[in-house]
């Protein structure tokens, strides 16, 4: 016994010291050029990147152009890992049991002894068609389709159309000087003369004339990044001992920012039928399974506290413990953040023996902020986006198509990962990639992926079954949409929290990872899961390639031990308890979609009846506050308290107790607002306080109870009535997110004087938002809109409806003047010959001899399927 302890940790020390030896020995790519470490804000790319270069698609790493090297650390649980991993036995799996369960927009949980499901998973069809009302529309790039760009050899060859002169082209920064986030691209311009040498560069941009732009961007294989991979693959498979080489492993992470479950379901259409129809059966059914993890719970609303588990295994508010008074924009602080991103998952790989892969297309601060500049990974595509916003026009938060030259902007993300898959064949690959056409207000742009998304995947499982290579590909995102009042209903809430995620994978990796493996995923497709799960789950897919771990390994136990909590798991070794809670896996409870509510009687006690009060009369308080804060006086009301119409508290054993309490207020018959709140003894106020954060007000109070001194905080104010779209519109012109406007009516904002402030903002804002057509007479808005390819906006009846509104008396005719289209021709509202005003059944115009008359129609009645037999309908129609 003595002896085999003796020999474990020889054996450990023996794989320690060839694991540092070698990677030393090896280098590592990501050291940077010494120019780009002083210009951290405006990145000029160096000459290098155009000079001449005799490979093709290769990249000249940092030490081939002689720059100071990092070497990667094995750390003591890489080398811990490696003796717990058990090789197998057997080559030869039994793969024919391991099926696919059919994927269903309805989630359906089995089994009431779960702890954790959530009341409702988000909008139901109605709502959704509310919410989602632009999703019919049509979507195109390649306007310019005549010009082709090409990389052929590394050479760059144009195809500009011959009425445009001159063509110029410019390659963007070197890969070891690429930076994440907003650091300005400053390409230098060329005349291209033909077949252009484009360096070691893997992007750059073409202009044809001063008018038509393209762009370029490829994955170029880099010799120090493979040599490293398969010799750390080699030394650990040799230290192992394993009789054969193992089979090369992908592990893929692509995420799809702000799409929850249901709305993946909704928008990439095609891509859940292939899911079905191709995977869970059809022709990929025999090699390949997926799972769909219903109660994917996120940790936030953004992305930050979502992504930041997922990469370093805490939480948010712990690594601001770390990263607390850095910023991205010292370059001072640049090495800190390169220390600590030594934890990230895909350093992890680096140093399992897999080439790894960065890809984020933002030009934003708002993950560089917890990663740093420098994204230590072999290949990464950032810069890219960031040029493209300044050359090519590219708007990441864009509620049009989002193009770059002929193609959607995630078009070329696809395109990298695929060269990168191919250009590593028979290496073990980690990737992670995020893609932002779901982060918009209308959640329709999403709907550009669907096709690109299902070539990409169909392209990833013919690559790996073809060269007999292992796939994990995780499928998701880091949260759903939270952009618009609509988002903060309650079920826009859970939309918000409930993000999709599918994990597919080859039938032959799920067997041997373990018996039991496909079992323990279909039982956690029904269970809460979180960020911090799937990290231990990537960490443990990293060893996947030499064989397998248990529950009781001590690098195991020590990954759980570095999560913040020790509840979390790797989904397919472990089974999530039935009695698992957000709590056991760091979400806040404001933030978690399962808590379970009972209605209850709040008169039946006097201390519950003044908890319900006091919750009520704190709601009334964040509203008015938050009108406060934004200066919104002018357009929104402050409120009152009518009445409480319903409460609802959570069952729970916990000294915290969460409330729901539904008010009506005086100033508007129909609003109802429900009241979010948590009540707990004083003490317990600073571990479970929500955090103020921007354009967030959460005020706190304090109350004397039977037990003691309780604190009170109100979480959330959210409208659930859905009535009244004019006020959400008003909140959505001019704060983006926020419903809790009772606003003024818009005859109420004396539009005949000149609109200064808020209030002009919010009338231009409308203007950009609507397309106005005159209907037939007896034809509704609803049906004139279609028939013009747009969707009828019923909060802009209230807009059409005044006449001082759209004849703008303080302006004079112009390019930002009201236009309407009338009788197929486009004229401003000025130019109608109307005569009077009057009132009607609808807002419109009625002949009167030579001219018309506008007709008002009441205020309470206006809807989009109203029609009159006299009249020619005013509508609002969409600006899609």
Not at 647 to 672: A, L, Q, R
């Amino acid at each position: 016994m003595l002896c085999r302890q003796f020999g474990r940790k020889s054996l450990a020390f023996i794989i320690f010291l060839a694991l540092v030896t070698s990677l030393f020995w090896i280098g590592n790519i990501l050291a940077f050029d010494s120019e780009a470490e002083q210009i951290e804000e405006v990145l000029v790319p160096t000459t290098t990147a155009i000079t001449s270069s005799n490979h093709s698609k290769e990249i000249q790493t940092s030490e081939d152009q002689n720059s100071p090297t990092i070497a990667p650390v094995a750390t003591y649980d890489e080398a811990d890992l490696l003796l717990d991993i058990l090789p197998r036995s057997s080559l030869h799996y039994n793969i024919s049991w391991i099926k696919s369960t059919e994927l269903q927009i309805e989630a359906s949980i089995p089994g009431e002894e779960i702890a954790c499901v959530p009341s409702t998973f988000g909008y139901t069809k109605e709502q959704a068609e509310n919410r989602y009302k632009y999703m019919d529309r049509a979507f195109s790039c390649g306007s310019e389709s005549d010009t082709a760009v090409m990389i052929e050899d590394n050479k760059l060859i144009v195809n500009c159309p011959s009425y445009t002169s001159p063509t110029t082209w410019a390659v963007g920064n070197v890969p070891w000087e690429e930076l994440f986030g907003n650091v300005r691209l400053v390409p230098r311009w060329n005349n291209y003369k033909g077949r252009e040498d484009i360096g070691d560069a893997e992007f750059g941009y073409v202009k044809c004339g001063t008018g038509i732009k393209q762009a370029f961007l490829q994955n170029k294989f880099s010799r120090s990044a493979s040599h490293r991979a398969q010799s750390t693959r080699e030394i650990i498979s040799d230290s192992l001992n394993l009789k054969e080489k193992p089979k090369p492993l992908t592990v893929m992470v692509l995420y799809l920012d702000s799409v929850s479950r249901k709305h993946f379901y909704r928008a990439l259409r095609k891509t859940a039928a292939f899911f079905n129809s191709s995977i869970a059966s059809g022709a990929f059914s025999d090699d390949y399974v997926i799972y769909d993890f219903l109660i994917n719970n996120a940790h936030g609303e953004n992305t930050a506290p979502n992504i930041t588990p997922l990469t370093y295994g805490h939480s948010l508010p712990d690594h601001q413990k770390f990263t607390k008074g850095w910023s991205v924009r010292r370059a001072q602080e640049k090495a800190k953040y390169e220390e600590l991103q030594k934890r990230a998952i895909w350093k992890h790989y680096e140093k399992m023996g897999f080439v790894t892969m960065f890809g984020f297309e933002t030009k934003g601060d708002y993950f560089a902020e917890i990663t740093g500049r420098k994204i230590l990974c072999d290949h990464v595509a950032t810069s890219f986006w960031r040029g493209s916003t300044d050359i090519m026009g590219y708007n990441e938060y864009s509620e049009k198509q989002r193009c770059i030259g002929n193609y959607y902007s995630h078009h070329y993300m696809f395109q990298y990962a695929w060269e990168y898959v191919n250009n590593y064949k028979g290496h073990n690959k980690f990737s992670y990639m995020h893609i932002l056409a779901g982060h918009e207000g209308t959640g329709s742009v999403i709907k550009t992926v669907d096709e690109d998304l299902l070539k990409f995947v169909k392209q990833m499982l013919e690559f790996h079954r073809d060269n007999n290579e292992d796939i994990a590909f995780i499928v998701g995102a880091d949260h759903g949409l939270h952009v618009g009042p609509w988002d903060k209903i309650e079920e826009g809430l859970m939309e918000n929290l409930l993000p999709f995620s599918f994990l597919i994978s080859n039938k032959e990796l799920i067997a041997k990872l373990g018996p039991e493996t496909h079992e323990i995923l279909q039982h956690n497709t029904n269970r809460l899961i979180g960020k911090l799960d799937w990290h231990l789950t990537l960490k443990h897919l990293a060893a996947a390639p030499y064989g397998n771990l248990d529950t009781n390994s001590k690098a195991y136990k020590e990954w759980k031990k570095s999560t913040n909590s020790e509840n979390a798991i790797s989904l397919i070794m472990e089974k999530v308890k039935d009695s698992r809670t957000c709590e056991d896996i760091r979400i806040n409870l404001y933030w978690c979609t399962c808590l379970k509510y009972e209605e209850f009687d709040r008169l039946s006690s006097e201390e519950e009846s003044g908890i319900v009060q006091r919750i009520a009369e704190t709601g009334i308080e964040a509203i008015n506050r938050k009108i406060s804060k934004d200066k919104a006086g002018e357009y929104c009301m402050s409120v009152s308290l009518a009445k409480i119409i319903k409460t609802d508290h959570e069952i729970t054993n916990s000294k915290v107790k969460h409330y729901k309490v539904d008010i009506k207020v005086n100033e508007h018959p129909d609003f109802i607002f429900r009241v979010i709140a948590q009540v707990m003894p004083s003490s317990e106020m600073v571990k479970y306080k929500k955090q103020e954060l921007e354009n967030q007000v959460y005020p706190t109070t304090s109350l004397e109870s039977s037990q003691g001194k309780l604190d009170l905080q109100v979480q959330n104010v959210v409208r659930v009535d859905n009535t009244n779209e004019i006020c959400m519109e008003v909140g959505n012109s001019v704060k983006g997110k926020d419903n809790f406007c009772v606003c003024k009516g818009l005859k109420d904002f004396n539009i005949p004087k000149f609109p200064n402030g808020k209030v002009k903002v919010l009338l231009e804002n409308f203007k950009k938002k609507l397309n106005i057509f005159v209907g037939e007479v007896s034809q509704s808005c609803k049906e004139t809109c279609q028939i013009n390819g747009k969707v009828c906006e019923e909060w802009g009846l209230s807009v059409v409806n005044n006449f001082d509104l759209m004849n703008e008396s303080w302006r004079e005719i112009g390019s930002n003047s009201y236009f309407v289209t009338m009788d197929n021709e486009t004229l401003f509202f000025k130019n109608l010959r109307v005569s009077e005003r009057t009132s009607g059944d609808i807002p419109g115009l009625v002949r009167n001899e030579m001219d018309y008359k506008f007709v008002e129609a009441d205020w309470n009645s206006l809807s989009c399927n109203n029609r009159s037999e006299h009249i020619r309908a005013f509508c609002p129609c969409s600006r899609f």
